[in-house]
Structure formats: C-alpha cells, structure tokens
C-alpha cells in the first residue's frame, strides 16, 4: 500500500510559474513509477507526466511538453512537477499516482495509487 499526498497548489497568473509535490510513504518509493493527471470540471481525467523508476524516463502530454517538467528523488520519497509558463487552461485539480506493474503511464488505469489532488487555478 503506498499513500500520496499532493501540496504546491494554488492561485497564479498567466505566464507564471507553481511547483507541485507529492510525498510518499507506505512502500519502497523507487519500487513505483509515478505519474500526473489533472481533471478540470466536467472533464475527464487526463494525463500531464509520468517518470519511470531507475533510469527515470519522462513522458508529457503534449499541451505541457516544453513547460512543465516532472522530477523524482527517491530518497526522499517524493515526486514533483515543476509548472511554468501556466495558462488559464491549465487549471484544474492536479493528481499524483503510483503505478507498480504497468508499462503504460499514460492513463488513469495504469495507476494503481492516487493521492486527493490539489487544486491550480490559473488567472487570465
């Protein structure tokens, strides 16, 4: 069992930048790839970043590729996604996942761990 939680959230302008971060704990962190999805309302859950285990191989959505950047320290047992370059279309309630077995990240049913998410809202 592994349990996320997410903190960085919050209220930005366009063009401005917030860094997310996910704490894990529970199991062996390095043991879980780890992913980003975020839901807008009446939206579906969509991918933004996933990063493999050891070696950490990134993936993006292409609406965030070149703007946001995700990140692992395994010894401290977190996961991070640095946003920049924000734009009111990136707001939405962000999500960090685990994924143990999965080889695609790319979708909600790959994870098998969710944390409660935390809500970005970007002012135009």
């Known amino acids: 069992q592994v349990q996320l939680v997410e903190s960085g959230g919050g209220l930005v302008q366009a063009g401005g930048s917030l860094r997310l971060s996910c704490a894990a704990s529970?199991?062996?962190?390095?043991?879980?790839?780890m992913g980003w999805f975020r839901q807008a309302p009446g939206k579906e859950r969509e991918f933004v970043a996933a990063i493999h285990r050891i070696p950490s191989r990134t993936y993006y959505a292409d609406s965030v590729k070149g703007r946001f950047t995700i990140s692992r320290d395994n010894a401290k047992n977190a996961v991070s996604l640095q946003m920049n370059s924000l734009k009111a279309e990136d707001t939405a309630v962000y999500y960090c996942?685990?994924?143990?077995?999965?080889?695609?990240?790319?979708?909600?049913?790959?994870?098998?761990?969710w944390g409660q998410g935390t809500q970005v809202t970007v002012s135009s």
């Open positions: 529970g199991r062996t962190f390095s043991d879980y790839a």
């Open positions: 996942a685990g994924s143990m077995w999965s080889r695609s990240l790319l979708t909600p049913s790959d994870y098998e761990y």
